[in-house]
């Protein structure tokens, strides 16, 4: 190869190294493995102290659960963009953020409960904007579609393993003794014997312990990441977070547009676990194995919608995924068995897939490098105090529902329908987002170009 060769090379695009795959799949492990029960501890602790649900309190723990890991993410991404050392906040928020999981097995009350939820939240919030900007600064611009779908893929197929081993657990009533005698003085303290309505808790010892090992190991191996070095020119200022959000430009488009949607679609987060452990009456297994297969169909579609959205652009995909989630919400409302269940979540997977990977993309996109880690964390903070007023107001006014009626089916039943026909309308919103370049093909000839039939000469250059 001559010199003018080498020198006319495009260089080979930064990839993530597989340290990062690593940390990534791992605590995703560790989300997993707690994760789909919260709601369901929630509600078997409200029946023993009551033997009734409370809506409004389902309501409340959702939206701290929305709210809390957002409240102080433009702090923590702002904070490791002047301080320079992402890797340090990943490792810190990890370990403490799950730690407190296995906290939640002397939650006493529903409100302790939610006290303890919001300061999990909050920890782990830190983990949250400071991994998307040390990753973001791992990976090249040209393949960051690609790169983010190949690392969702990664971590969903960790998510989908914790899930489908801690439902099996949850329900396993050799593990609880074989814990305590593994552990010897220290078991019954560890995992105390509950009596009588208490009994409940155990079959969550396992998933919560694991999560804080699981914690403990994903924050070690973080600090191990080789950062890549960020600019050192100009003073270490916090970026105007204000600004931001006033000053016209695509980034606050784009959040104003997420408002109306992130609203609707929170509405009915309260609600569909009370669809599989009161309408269905659906195990822990079961309620693992609906996790379970979102995840697996998030893993089948995330990495292919990676890569075409770095083809089609951002916009396409984001539509997608935000326009077909309205059917979700309505499934469930008319649910009649678990399969129901399982058939609306591998839609919402889709859709998942679709469009999380890409509003990370394109925020991305708008966002200058040295500030990527508070665009993210503005952003999820804004959308977080839609979610808790969406989340909130939906548990109240389903009470309300529930008082005046005496019918938690009615109450629940509403509450699906409504959240899903406002979902259907603001999606609309999402065709006022501008993609700030130009991109090499279009969703429409993607598809197109695959239908049975046409040719794919097009496609060979």
């Known amino acids: 190869m001559t010199e003018t060769d ?4 495009s260089p080979e695009p930064r990839k993530l190294p597989a340290r990062a795959y690593l940390v990534g799949a791992l605590t995703q492990f560790g989300v997993g493995l707690y994760s789909p029960f919260l709601q369901a501890y929630l509600i078997d602790m409200q029946v023993a102290l009551r033997g009734v649900q409370n809506f409004a309190e389902q309501g409340a723990f959702r939206s701290v659960g929305n709210f809390a890991p957002t409240v102080l993410q433009p702090a923590w991404g702002a904070t490791s963009d002047r301080v320079r ?3 340090a906040f990943v490792a810190f928020g990890t370990i403490t953020g799950f730690l407190v999981v296995y906290m939640f097995l002397w939650a006493s009350s529903p409100l302790e409960m939610i006290v303890l939820y919001a300061i999990q939240s909050i920890l782990f919030s830190i983990q949250i904007p400071t991994w998307l900007s040390l990753v973001g600064g791992l990976m090249d611009d040209r393949k960051r579609g690609d790169e983010l779908g190949k690392l969702g893929l990664a971590t969903n197929i960790a998510s989908l393993s914790a899930t489908l081993i801690s439902g099996f657990i949850a329900v396993l009533p050799a593990l609880v003794p074989f814990l305590r005698n593994l552990f010897g003085g220290l078991g019954p303290i560890l995992f105390p014997i509950q009596m009588d309505e208490q009994a409940f808790r155990e079959a969550y010892y396992g998933p919560f312990f694991f999560t804080a090992i699981v914690g403990i190991i994903s924050s070690l191996l973080s600090t191990t990441i080789k950062e890549r070095p960020k600019p050192q020119d100009g ?3 916090f970026p105007p977070i204000h600004r931001l959000l006033s000053q016209p430009g695509d980034f606050r488009r784009f959040c104003f547009i997420a408002v109306f949607f992130s609203f609707a679609m929170s509405m009915a987060w309260p609600y569909f676990i009370v669809v599989q452990k009161s309408w269905l009456n659906n195990s822990n297994l079961e309620i693992a194995i609906a996790s379970a297969v979102m995840t697996m169909s998030i893993i089948i579609f995330t990495v292919p919608f990676g890569r075409l959205s770095d083809r089609v652009g951002r ?10 989630l309205f059917i979700v919400p309505i499934m469930y409302a008319f649910a009649q068995n678990v399969y129901y269940v399982y058939t609306a979540n591998i839609l919402a997977g889709f859709c998942v897939a679709s469009g999380m990977n890409a509003i990370t993309a394109y925020i991305y996109d708008i ?3 040295e500030e990527r880690g508070s665009h993210l964390a503005v952003y999820n903070t804004f959308t977080g105090v839609v979610y808790l007023c969406g989340s909130l107001i939906a548990g109240v006014l389903g009470q309300l529902i529930l008082i005046a009626f005496g019918s938690e089916y009615l109450s629940v039943f509403f509450m699906l329908l409504l959240s899903g026909v406002l979902r259907f309308f603001a999606s609309f919103f999402y065709l006022l ?5 130009e991109y090499s093909s279009t969703l429409w000839l993607e598809i197109s170009a695959r239908l049975p039939g046409r ?7």
């Not at 995909?317 to 326009?323: E, N, V």
Request: hydrophobic content about 25%; cysteine-free; glycine content about 6%.
């Open 85 to 87: 050392n992402t890797k």
């Open 6 to 9: 080498t020198q006319t090379e």
């Open 367 to 369: 966002s200058p490098e």
């Open 433 to 437: 987002i501008r993609e700030p370049r």
């Open 455 to 461: 040719r794919h000469d097009a496609d060979i250059v």
């Open 315 to 324: 916009k396409p995909l984001i539509l997608l995924g935000r326009g077909l």
């Open 235 to 237: 003073p270490r200022k």
